[in-house]
């Protein structure tokens, strides 16, 4: 059929309801496609078999225990659970993200037919890649940038997150330069607020850089949250972009997906895409949109770095969930320039050979504030500890020569208990 | 304290947790403004009482029963339910709404010492109004350009939802509007597809719509949905407008919150503002942001008209939340131009007295797609039904004597079940 070799979209889906699943899945693909079910009028056959949204596949899953979403019908005791795919016609909405999302997510939170809904993953035809230019620096210019050819890339979070004057910002990151990051980022919360303008703080900072990178031949990066109205945030780009700064970041759920891809069109510096507000459409595990499918949009719209969290975090995600996003991000996608996936939480320098005998890679930018800002021996220790630990990893040997090797390593142990080995 | 009468805002949460509340409440308010429970270098308490989230007030209420959220630390037998308010300072973010949400969403949801957080209202102060214009045209607005000065404002759905041809889309339209509907839209997975791009529409339903008005000295409003990427969305607008259209329709979180507000910027017509992708945040009585908070933010925005869903809705809400939903729209909100709810979703003349009761106001855009283009006499007799039951109401009549009264709305309930008390 022609519908099946058409560009299509294909989208999986966590489903839980007391109907029979197959009926579910019918419910599903007819609301966000050619209609409900009562046929109306001028609804032909031609119509249905050209623009309807198909069951691609159908797989039963063992139920969680979560509680069944509220206002969803049925006897709860029949609930099943089922891994479910939905061929999309690319026709219905073109290869345009926003309306992807009318079709592949829109209202379907809402049927009330289902008592668990996630979208989970979405396979895009080349069609996105070809209006889409997605990341423009990736992991190969993220690291000419902060002259890092290889070895993970070591940063820091500006803490306390806001707050600070520019000028206590300038120490800071002055200090920070000193310890030999490679990488610094303002607080997803410190945006272009009264109390330290994204203006001064640009004024703040670049020249600290400048210094250090006249002296050392090394400009660290520095990622100035230009998160904002839309309309600002090209003005935001360039004042960072006139300063000499070679990062912006944009907290992609707070200027929408679309403003992700907005400001890509026009940045000349890589985008640093923080997650912020995440969690709100993703730690259910009955609702919403999962890291899959939500990280190739993100991508998609051109984001060259991505949060991905770090093991052991200090928030509610496991490590399986941790590695299956920066794996995710790692992925090729329909042929676009990497993202690099961004640890952060809780990360040290005891967290190295774990997180590397997962990832196997050290295309990774690897944030730490009480892991650097927190070592007993200061931040440059703190950096010391977490670059030597990466590069013992690296070098294929274990947390016990690592620790051996490292004294700052085993003076961050002290503070932040053993080693994951 | 000078940080209680400096401008600040007030976030309003549902959470669940087994630590002491107070004590979680203190996270939440730590983790969103100054930092951390590791008090860092250069957070002098002077940097702290002037820029920490406070806790305004807790209020303990009972558990749902609702599993807790996945990774949620401690004993789930000690869990308690709490409303909690918090004091953000303005100074952290201004008047910002993308920088708003970091500080008052942002990670929070990710905190694992809480098994349950949901963002379920804002206390705004002035200066969002003075930076954000709000709606354009409103109730007045949009009841002057669809020549409706009075009475519930009916409209309905083009369905099938998807696959029309632009000829058979003008016909469509034709015979709604000699079925006397006030307001027609675009089902919102209609953007810009291949299959009948907004341009093909445009040109095909304006013509139709523009002769009914020589004919008739009325123009129905068309919400045309002009949902794309930032930078199609102007040129979406600019084609409508030139064609003479009068309401743009816009998938709020499919743009995004700050996608809408570009927009508004730029428009010279209403906003019709669609929620799809809403349940995605705010199904789970867990997790998410609810809507009372979220509507704010997209009135400040500028959504002329913004859905809300309708009693005997055929989603998961309940009568009591839709009624809440639609209260929470017409509530004044900082001196804004008036709002439009759009109640959806299952509605026919049936429903209008129990509508107008709880309401009691006829300022409201009532969407049927059933209940008008399955009407068993046909769309007049649909619109007729509507619009005959809404004026009954708002004149006080039982529903006995509509029914009485109103030969279609009897024919009506042949199809759609015994009318609402």
């Given at each position: 059929?022609?519908?099946?070799?058409?560009?299509?979209?294909?989208?999986?889906?966590?489903?839980?309801?007391?109907?029979?699943?197959?009926?579910?899945?019918?419910?599903?693909?007819?609301?966000?496609?050619?209609?409900?079910?009562?046929?109306?009028?001028?609804?032909?056959?031609?119509?249905?078999?050209?623009?309807?949204?198909?069951?691609?596949?159908?797989?039963?899953?063992?139920?969680?225990?979560?509680?069944?979403?509220?206002?969803?019908?049925?006897?709860?005791?029949?609930?099943?659970?089922?891994?479910?795919?939905?061929?999309?016609?690319?026709?219905?909405?073109?290869?345009?993200?926003?309306?992807?999302?009318?079709?592949?997510?829109?209202?379907?939170?809402?049927?009330?037919?289902?008592?668990?809904?996630?979208?989970?993953?979405?396979?895009?035809?080349?069609?996105?890649?070809?209006?889409?230019?997605?990341?423009?620096?990736?992991?190969?210019?993220?690291?000419?940038?902060?002259?890092?050819?290889?070895?993970?890339?070591?940063?820091?979070?500006?803490?306390?997150?806001?707050?600070?004057?520019?000028?206590?910002?300038?120490?800071?990151?002055?200090?920070?330069?000193?310890?030999?990051?490679?990488?610094?980022?303002?607080?997803?919360?410190?945006?272009?607020?009264?109390?330290?303008?994204?203006?001064?703080r640009v004024a703040a900072v670049?020249?600290?850089?400048?210094?250090?990178?006249?002296?050392?031949?090394?400009?660290?990066?520095?990622?100035?949250?230009?998160?904002?109205?839309?309309?600002?945030?090209?003005?935001?780009?360039?004042?960072?972009?006139?300063?000499?700064?070679?990062?912006?970041?944009?907290?992609?759920?707070?200027?929408?997906?679309?403003?992700?891809?907005?400001?890509?069109?026009?940045?000349?510096?890589?985008?640093?895409?923080?997650?912020?507000?995440?969690?709100s459409i993703s730690r259910s595990?009955?609702?919403?949109?999962?890291?899959?499918?939500?990280?190739?949009?993100?991508?998609?719209?051109?984001?060259?770095?991505?949060?991905?969290?770090?093991?052991?975090?200090?928030?509610?995600?496991?490590?399986?969930?941790?590695?299956?996003?920066?794996?995710?991000?790692?992925?090729?996608?329909?042929?676009?320039?990497?993202?690099?996936?961004?640890?952060?939480?809780?990360?040290?320098?005891?967290?190295?050979?774990?997180?590397?005998?997962?990832?196997?890679?050290?295309?990774?930018?690897?944030?730490?504030?009480?892991?650097?800002?927190?070592?007993?021996?200061?931040?440059?220790?703190?950096?010391?500890?977490?670059?030597?630990?990466?590069?013992?990893?690296?070098?294929?040997?274990?947390?016990?020569?690592?620790?051996?090797?490292?004294?700052?390593?085993?003076?961050?142990?002290?503070?932040?208990?053993?080693?994951?080995?």
């Amino acid at each position: 059929m022609s519908t099946v070799t058409a560009p299509h979209v294909i989208a999986t889906y966590i489903i839980e309801t007391s109907l029979p699943l197959e009926h579910a899945a019918e419910v599903l693909a007819g609301e966000q496609s050619t209609g409900t079910f009562v046929r109306v009028e001028r609804e032909s056959d031609d119509l249905r078999a050209r623009f309807a949204a198909q069951v691609e596949s159908l797989e039963e899953i063992p139920l969680t225990g979560a509680s069944p979403l509220p206002g969803s019908v049925g006897d709860p005791a029949t609930r099943r659970r089922a891994r479910l795919r939905i061929r999309f016609p690319l026709e219905n909405f073109g290869p345009s993200l926003p309306n992807l999302l009318a079709a592949v997510a829109g209202n379907l939170f809402e049927i009330k037919q289902l008592s668990a809904i996630k979208l989970v993953d979405l396979d895009l035809p080349p069609a996105f890649a070809e209006r889409y230019a997605g990341p423009q620096f990736g992991v190969a210019g993220t690291r000419r940038l902060m002259s890092r050819p290889d070895g993970a890339m070591i940063g820091t979070i500006v803490k306390p997150s806001i707050g600070l004057s520019p000028a206590d910002l300038a120490d800071l990151v002055g200090d920070l330069a000193a310890a030999g990051v490679d990488f610094i980022k303002d607080d997803e919360l410190q945006g272009n607020g009264p109390q330290a303008p994204l203006r001064e703080r640009v004024a703040a900072v670049m020249p600290v850089l400048e210094r250090h990178a006249d002296r050392t031949g090394v400009k660290p990066m520095y990622a100035f949250n230009i998160t904002d109205d839309i309309d600002r945030l090209e003005a935001n780009h360039d004042l960072v972009l006139a300063a000499g700064g070679t990062c912006i970041m944009v907290c992609v759920n707070l200027v929408g997906l679309p403003g992700l891809e907005y400001i890509r069109r026009r940045s000349q510096l890589p985008i640093h895409g923080h997650r912020a507000m995440f969690g709100s459409i993703s730690r259910s595990e009955q609702l919403g949109i999962g890291f899959r499918a939500w990280q190739k949009i993100a991508r998609l719209s051109g984001a060259d770095h991505l949060h991905t969290n770090g093991i052991s975090n200090k928030f509610y995600e496991t490590d399986a969930q941790v590695l299956d996003a920066i794996a995710a991000v790692r992925e090729p996608l329909l042929g676009l320039e990497s993202t690099v996936p961004v640890l952060s939480s809780g990360q040290w320098g005891g967290l190295a050979h774990a997180t590397y005998a997962e990832t196997g890679t050290t295309d990774l930018l690897v944030l730490a504030g009480g892991g650097i800002h927190g070592h007993p021996d200061g931040a440059r220790a703190g950096v010391a500890s977490m670059r030597e630990a990466w590069a013992s990893a690296a070098a294929g040997e274990s947390v016990e020569t690592a620790l051996e090797r490292s004294a700052a390593l085993r003076r961050a142990t002290e503070a932040f208990g053993a080693a994951r080995v």
